[in-house]
């Protein structure tokens, strides 16, 4: 059976390319052209991805991309945004959506992300379930943060991204080798996505994500784990 993958958007234009390109690749495609209609999809056709715009009519992206997750679904979201704005992708990131796109994207990047997204690192073989990080708790198995009173939910790409900094704990990680293992994006070294994951991962995980202890920058390299 052919990978499912649901398209909201509600320029017509946008959608046809995506699902003529999909389409060649040999994806099965399901379109929605508004919030509520790719809800609607998303529960009750449980697609394998959802390539999810911010800006729709009836529902945005980011509230429909919340009410998915709060229903218990866990298939990949890469929102599609025309807004490049930092606040705008983290707060897609924090109501669960795996990744984000830029509109105007490029074909061969959003195919390599969408495969990134289907597939599994082998980062964090070797680590226990449950990691103590400060005072949150964090369940490599069902992706969740417990962090005080709060209880988070992460992306895929955060926690391919907290495995291999905790596998490497203590030493540096390049940016573009955490664009290479779990994305597959090194021919995409001006990319802000690991940057904008980072933020995300920071305000889940760190006491005080402006002033982190954990997940601390490396400058001029990447990241590194400080247990």
């Known amino acids: 059976m052919s990978t499912r993958i649901l398209i909201a958007d509600d320029e017509a234009d946008i959608v046809a390319g995506l699902r003529d390109n999909l389409e060649f690749e040999n994806y099965q495609v399901l379109v929605a052209?508004?919030?509520?209609?790719?809800?609607?999809?998303?529960?009750?056709?449980?697609?394998?991805?959802?390539?999810?715009d911010i800006?729709?009519?009836?529902?945005?992206?980011?509230?429909?991309c919340r009410?998915?997750?709060?229903?218990?679904?866990?298939?990949?979201?890469?929102m599609l945004t025309a807004k490049s704005q930092e606040i705008d992708i983290v707060r897609g990131l924090e109501v669960g959506a795996d990744d984000y796109i830029t509109k105007p994207f490029s074909v061969r990047e959003l195919l390599a992300r969408i495969k990134?997204?289907?597939?599994?690192?082998?980062?964090?073989k070797g680590l226990s379930r449950i990691l103590t990080i400060g005072a949150a708790t964090v369940d490599l198995v069902k992706g969740k943060v417990e962090n005080g009173d709060?209880?988070?939910?992460?992306?895929?790409?955060?926690?391919?991204?907290?495995?291999?900094?905790?596998?490497?704990a203590e030493k540096p990680v390049e940016r573009n080798r955490l664009l290479d293992v779990i994305w597959g994006l090194e021919g995409f070294p001006a990319t802000r996505t690991v940057d904008n994951h980072i933020v995300s991962l920071r305000r889940k995980i760190e006491p005080d994500p402006k002033q982190p202890r954990h997940i601390v920058t490396v400058h001029s390299i990447g990241y590194k784990f400080v247990p």
Not at 67 to 78: E, K
Not at 116 to 124: I, P
Not at 150 to 168: D, P, Q, R, S
């Open 33 to 52: 052209e508004d919030g509520e209609a790719a809800l609607a999809a998303a529960l009750s056709e449980s697609p394998d991805l959802i390539l999810l």
């Open 55 to 64: 800006m729709m009519p009836k529902l945005d992206g980011l509230e429909a």
């Open 67 to 78: 009410r998915i997750r709060q229903a218990g679904h866990t298939m990949p979201i890469l």
């Open 116 to 124: 990134a997204a289907l597939r599994r690192t082998d980062a964090g």
């Open 150 to 168: 709060a209880v988070h939910n992460l992306g895929h790409f955060e926690l391919e991204i907290l495995k291999l900094l905790v596998e490497k």
